[in-house]
């Protein structure tokens, strides 16, 4: 079966440490790969896409990577800060059919601890 | 601020009762998305819009449950006979027209007694 994961208990770090949060997907060729961040009681807010044919993404303190090999994508934040606190979401396009139609994980809860 | 509005924001109903959710995307995206999101959970597909055309429609959405977009603009969903099983985030999103970035709006927490 088609199956998208993310590290199910909370990721707890001390404030300036490199948060990673993992995203693992089976029976997916993903046309892309997105990573959002949800604040409690709040719709989703994008962060950053890396498509298929990239290995790395980097937007200011965050970076993501993408192995279609190991079928998992990395989604780190540098110099964490207590306002990183969140869950993060990665939500893949599948390549087959309907690319529009996004498949979500579950999500990672981050706690930055100051 | 995505630029993607919901209203209400909040909805508490009892059983049986009928709710309508309405969602204002941003102006010139022409595809909207309805979402489900329960505690715990990434959001589930509902149902998808290009203009005023509903595209699909997911296994989820039982007769109970209707979408519109008249115009091609902001849309509706409507949950006839709410059951407690309904309460959820109901979230809409818009993505742009060149990207499949999607932009969320706030959601609609509905909370079924």
């Known amino acids: 079966s088609q199956k998208i994961e993310q590290n199910s208990e909370a990721l707890n770090i001390q404030e300036g440490k490199t948060a990673t949060l993992t995203c693992n997907y089976t029976?997916?060729?993903?046309?892309?790969l997105q990573w959002y961040r949800q604040d409690p009681g709040r719709g989703p807010v994008f962060l950053l896409l890396i498509r298929e044919n990239e290995k790395e993404k980097r937007k200011e303190r965050l970076k993501v990577t993408f192995d279609t090999t190991l079928k998992q994508s990395l989604f780190h934040i540098t110099a964490s800060q207590p306002a990183d606190s969140a869950t993060y979401l990665c939500?893949?396009?599948?390549?087959?059919?309907?690319?529009?139609?996004?498949?979500w994980g579950l999500g990672t809860s981050l706690a930055v601890n100051p | 601020d995505t630029g993607v509005s919901q209203d209400p924001r909040h909805k508490i109903t009892k059983r049986g009762q009928n709710v309508t959710f309405r969602c204002d995307p941003i102006s010139e995206h022409n595809r909207l998305y309805w979402y489900r999101q329960t505690l715990g959970q990434g959001p589930e597909f509902l149902t998808y819009f290009q203009n005023e055309a509903q595209l699909e429609k997911s296994r989820l959405l039982s007769d109970r449950f209707s979408a519109e977009r008249p115009k091609g603009s902001f849309s509706t969903l409507e949950i006839q006979r709410t059951e407690q099983g309904d309460s959820a985030m109901y979230l809409c999103?818009?993505?742009?027209?060149?990207?499949?970035?999607?932009?969320f709006g706030p959601g609609t927490r509905l909370t079924v007694l």
């Open positions: 999103a818009s993505p742009g027209a060149s990207t499949d970035t999607q932009y």
């Open positions: 939500a893949l396009a599948p390549n087959a059919g309907n690319n529009r139609k996004l498949i």
């Open positions: 029976n997916y060729s993903p046309a892309y």
